[in-house]
Antibody, heavy 121, light 113 residues
Framework: QITLKESGPTLVKPTQTLTLTCTFS??????????VGWVRQPPGKALEWLAG???????RYSPSLKSRLTITKDTSKNQVVLTMTNMDPVDTATYYC?????????????WGQGTLVTVSS | DIVMTQSPDSLAVSLGERATINCKSS????????????LAWYQQKPGQPPKLLIY???TRASGVSDRFSGSGSGTDFTLTISSLQAEDVAVYYC?????????FGQGTKVEIK
Protein backbone atom coordinates (compact mmCIF):
# COMPACT_ATOMS: atom_id res chain seq x y z
CA GLN A 1 0.00 0.00 0.00
CA ILE A 2 1.47 3.33 -1.09
CA THR A 3 1.07 6.26 1.26
CA LEU A 4 2.55 9.75 1.35
CA LYS A 5 2.35 12.42 4.01
CA GLU A 6 3.41 16.03 3.86
CA SER A 7 4.78 17.84 6.89
CA GLY A 8 6.07 21.31 7.58
CA PRO A 9 5.04 24.67 8.98
CA THR A 10 1.48 25.84 8.58
CA LEU A 11 2.44 29.51 8.80
CA VAL A 12 5.45 31.29 7.37
CA LYS A 13 6.29 34.96 7.17
CA PRO A 14 6.93 36.81 3.92
CA THR A 15 10.55 36.49 2.70
CA GLN A 16 11.11 33.34 4.80
CA THR A 17 12.07 29.97 3.37
CA LEU A 18 9.54 27.14 3.41
CA THR A 19 10.76 23.59 3.96
CA LEU A 20 8.30 20.75 3.36
CA THR A 21 8.96 17.07 3.87
CA CYS A 22 7.18 14.23 2.12
CA THR A 23 7.47 10.94 3.99
CA PHE A 24 6.33 7.93 2.02
CA SER A 25 5.93 4.18 2.29
CA UNK A 26 5.02 1.30 0.04
CA UNK A 27 7.54 2.06 -2.71
CA UNK A 28 11.20 2.79 -3.23
CA UNK A 29 12.56 5.88 -4.90
CA UNK A 30 15.33 3.65 -6.22
CA UNK A 31 12.93 1.76 -8.49
CA UNK A 32 13.31 2.60 -12.15
CA UNK A 33 10.71 5.05 -13.41
CA UNK A 34 9.49 6.11 -9.98
CA UNK A 35 9.42 9.69 -8.79
CA VAL A 36 7.95 12.03 -6.20
CA GLY A 37 6.56 15.38 -7.18
CA TRP A 38 5.10 18.44 -5.51
CA VAL A 39 1.91 20.16 -6.59
CA ARG A 40 0.23 23.12 -4.92
CA GLN A 41 -3.28 24.52 -4.93
CA PRO A 42 -4.18 28.01 -3.71
CA PRO A 43 -7.55 28.13 -1.94
CA GLY A 44 -10.32 27.74 -4.50
CA LYS A 45 -7.91 27.61 -7.41
CA ALA A 46 -6.36 25.11 -9.77
CA LEU A 47 -3.49 22.70 -9.34
CA GLU A 48 0.05 23.86 -10.13
CA TRP A 49 2.96 21.46 -10.62
CA LEU A 50 6.10 22.63 -8.83
CA ALA A 51 8.88 20.07 -8.98
CA GLY A 52 9.75 16.41 -9.27
CA UNK A 53 12.63 14.15 -8.35
CA UNK A 54 13.15 10.73 -9.92
CA UNK A 55 14.77 7.38 -9.24
CA UNK A 56 17.93 8.36 -11.12
CA UNK A 57 18.22 11.65 -9.12
CA UNK A 58 16.99 13.67 -12.08
CA UNK A 59 15.34 16.82 -10.78
CA ARG A 60 12.85 18.99 -12.64
CA TYR A 61 11.35 22.33 -11.70
CA SER A 62 8.58 24.58 -12.88
CA PRO A 63 10.36 27.20 -15.01
CA SER A 64 8.41 30.02 -13.37
CA LEU A 65 9.56 29.00 -9.87
CA LYS A 66 12.88 27.35 -10.63
CA SER A 67 15.00 30.05 -8.99
CA ARG A 68 13.16 29.58 -5.67
CA LEU A 69 12.84 25.78 -5.48
CA THR A 70 15.12 22.97 -4.42
CA ILE A 71 14.05 19.33 -4.26
CA THR A 72 16.11 16.58 -2.65
CA LYS A 73 15.60 12.98 -1.65
CA ASP A 74 16.80 10.71 1.12
CA THR A 75 16.16 7.22 -0.18
CA SER A 76 17.16 5.54 3.07
CA LYS A 77 14.60 7.57 5.01
CA ASN A 78 11.92 7.43 2.31
CA GLN A 79 11.68 11.20 2.29
CA VAL A 80 11.63 13.99 -0.26
CA VAL A 81 12.20 17.58 0.80
CA LEU A 82 11.09 20.70 -1.05
CA THR A 83 12.40 24.12 -0.14
CA MET A 84 10.94 27.34 -1.47
CA THR A 85 12.70 30.60 -0.77
CA ASN A 86 11.41 34.14 -0.46
CA MET A 87 7.84 33.19 0.40
CA ASP A 88 5.06 35.64 -0.48
CA PRO A 89 1.35 35.75 0.43
CA VAL A 90 0.54 34.54 -3.10
CA ASP A 91 2.30 31.28 -2.19
CA THR A 92 -0.47 30.51 0.30
CA ALA A 93 -1.74 27.11 -0.80
CA THR A 94 -2.22 23.47 0.01
CA TYR A 95 0.98 21.67 -0.94
CA TYR A 96 0.71 18.04 -2.07
CA CYS A 97 3.35 15.46 -2.69
CA UNK A 98 2.60 12.61 -5.08
CA UNK A 99 4.13 9.31 -6.17
CA UNK A 100 4.67 9.13 -9.90
CA UNK A 101 5.59 6.59 -12.53
CA UNK A 102 6.84 7.01 -16.09
CA UNK A 103 10.02 8.80 -15.15
CA UNK A 104 10.29 12.55 -15.77
CA UNK A 105 7.03 12.58 -17.70
CA UNK A 106 5.24 11.84 -14.44
CA UNK A 107 1.86 10.24 -14.02
CA UNK A 108 0.88 11.06 -10.45
CA UNK A 109 -0.70 7.90 -9.14
CA UNK A 110 -0.91 8.37 -5.38
CA TRP A 111 -1.20 11.62 -3.49
CA GLY A 112 -0.73 12.74 0.08
CA GLN A 113 -3.55 14.54 1.87
CA GLY A 114 -1.77 17.86 1.49
CA THR A 115 -0.67 20.51 3.95
CA LEU A 116 -2.00 24.05 3.99
CA VAL A 117 0.71 26.68 4.18
CA THR A 118 -0.30 30.26 4.92
CA VAL A 119 2.09 33.11 4.21
CA SER A 120 1.36 36.08 6.41
CA SER A 121 3.17 38.49 8.67
CA ASP B 1 5.00 26.37 -22.03
CA ILE B 2 2.03 24.30 -22.98
CA VAL B 3 -1.37 25.69 -21.95
CA MET B 4 -4.28 23.39 -21.10
CA THR B 5 -7.77 24.85 -21.47
CA GLN B 6 -10.82 23.02 -20.21
CA SER B 7 -14.44 23.61 -21.14
CA PRO B 8 -16.85 24.24 -19.69
CA ASP B 9 -15.72 25.71 -16.37
CA SER B 10 -18.72 24.09 -14.75
CA LEU B 11 -21.66 21.94 -15.70
CA ALA B 12 -24.77 20.58 -14.04
CA VAL B 13 -26.03 17.20 -15.14
CA SER B 14 -29.01 15.14 -14.00
CA LEU B 15 -28.37 11.88 -12.20
CA GLY B 16 -27.94 9.08 -14.69
CA GLU B 17 -27.18 11.44 -17.56
CA ARG B 18 -23.91 11.83 -19.45
CA ALA B 19 -21.33 14.45 -18.52
CA THR B 20 -18.70 15.54 -21.02
CA ILE B 21 -15.63 17.63 -20.26
CA ASN B 22 -13.26 18.92 -22.90
CA CYS B 23 -9.58 19.71 -22.68
CA LYS B 24 -7.55 21.44 -25.35
CA SER B 25 -3.78 21.78 -25.32
CA SER B 26 -1.89 24.61 -27.01
CA UNK B 27 0.43 22.06 -28.60
CA UNK B 28 0.18 18.39 -29.37
CA UNK B 29 0.78 15.99 -26.47
CA UNK B 30 1.12 13.06 -28.87
CA UNK B 31 4.79 12.23 -28.85
CA UNK B 32 6.46 10.29 -31.61
CA UNK B 33 8.93 8.68 -29.19
CA UNK B 34 6.23 6.31 -27.94
CA UNK B 35 3.18 7.23 -30.09
CA UNK B 36 1.21 7.99 -26.95
CA UNK B 37 -0.82 10.97 -25.81
CA UNK B 38 0.68 12.29 -22.57
CA LEU B 39 -2.65 13.34 -21.11
CA ALA B 40 -4.19 12.45 -17.75
CA TRP B 41 -7.46 13.21 -15.97
CA TYR B 42 -7.90 13.67 -12.23
CA GLN B 43 -10.93 13.93 -9.99
CA GLN B 44 -10.84 16.11 -6.88
CA LYS B 45 -13.61 16.04 -4.33
CA PRO B 46 -13.92 18.81 -1.73
CA GLY B 47 -11.27 18.58 0.96
CA GLN B 48 -9.49 15.70 -0.75
CA PRO B 49 -6.37 15.34 -2.87
CA PRO B 50 -6.71 14.67 -6.59
CA LYS B 51 -7.32 11.10 -7.71
CA LEU B 52 -5.94 9.74 -10.96
CA LEU B 53 -8.75 8.59 -13.26
CA ILE B 54 -7.25 8.28 -16.74
CA TYR B 55 -3.73 8.31 -18.21
CA UNK B 56 -2.36 7.99 -21.75
CA UNK B 57 -5.60 9.81 -22.62
CA UNK B 58 -7.77 6.71 -22.44
CA THR B 59 -6.36 4.17 -19.97
CA ARG B 60 -8.39 3.91 -16.77
CA ALA B 61 -6.40 3.82 -13.58
CA SER B 62 -6.73 0.82 -11.31
CA GLY B 63 -10.05 0.66 -9.50
CA VAL B 64 -11.68 3.47 -11.49
CA SER B 65 -15.30 2.90 -12.47
CA ASP B 66 -15.95 2.11 -16.13
CA ARG B 67 -18.41 5.02 -16.10
CA PHE B 68 -15.33 7.14 -16.74
CA SER B 69 -13.75 7.12 -20.16
CA GLY B 70 -11.20 9.26 -21.94
CA SER B 71 -10.75 9.92 -25.61
CA GLY B 72 -8.97 12.19 -28.04
CA SER B 73 -5.56 12.65 -29.55
CA GLY B 74 -3.09 15.39 -30.34
CA THR B 75 -4.59 18.57 -28.90
CA ASP B 76 -8.22 17.74 -28.18
CA PHE B 77 -9.41 15.41 -25.44
CA THR B 78 -12.61 14.48 -23.70
CA LEU B 79 -13.52 12.95 -20.36
CA THR B 80 -16.94 11.33 -20.34
CA ILE B 81 -18.93 10.19 -17.34
CA SER B 82 -21.48 7.90 -18.92
CA SER B 83 -24.11 7.94 -16.18
CA LEU B 84 -23.56 10.57 -13.52
CA GLN B 85 -23.80 9.40 -9.93
CA ALA B 86 -23.97 11.53 -6.81
CA GLU B 87 -20.45 10.49 -5.82
CA ASP B 88 -19.11 11.94 -9.09
CA VAL B 89 -19.66 15.52 -7.91
CA ALA B 90 -16.16 16.95 -8.03
CA VAL B 91 -13.74 19.14 -9.93
CA TYR B 92 -12.01 17.41 -12.82
CA TYR B 93 -8.59 18.39 -14.14
CA CYS B 94 -6.73 17.41 -17.26
CA UNK B 95 -2.93 17.34 -17.19
CA UNK B 96 -0.28 17.21 -19.83
CA UNK B 97 2.78 15.30 -18.72
CA UNK B 98 5.90 15.29 -20.83
CA UNK B 99 9.12 16.42 -19.35
CA UNK B 100 8.94 19.82 -17.68
CA UNK B 101 6.71 21.39 -16.67
CA UNK B 102 3.73 19.17 -16.14
CA UNK B 103 0.69 21.40 -16.73
CA PHE B 104 -2.87 21.21 -15.43
CA GLY B 105 -6.02 22.68 -16.88
CA GLN B 106 -8.05 25.15 -14.83
CA GLY B 107 -10.57 22.53 -13.76
CA THR B 108 -14.23 21.77 -14.50
CA LYS B 109 -16.74 21.60 -11.68
CA VAL B 110 -19.42 18.94 -12.09
CA GLU B 111 -22.65 19.25 -10.12
CA ILE B 112 -26.03 17.58 -10.00
CA LYS B 113 -28.88 19.35 -11.79
Amino acid sequence: QITLKESGPTLVKPTQTLTLTCTFSGFSLSTSGVGVGWVRQPPGKALEWLAGIYWDDDKRYSPSLKSRLTITKDTSKNQVVLTMTNMDPVDTATYYCAHSVNGNSPISTYWGQGTLVTVSS
Amino acid sequence: DIVMTQSPDSLAVSLGERATINCKSSQSVLYSSNNKNHLAWYQQKPGQPPKLLIYWASTRASGVSDRFSGSGSGTDFTLTISSLQAEDVAVYYCQAYYGTPSVFGQGTKVEIK
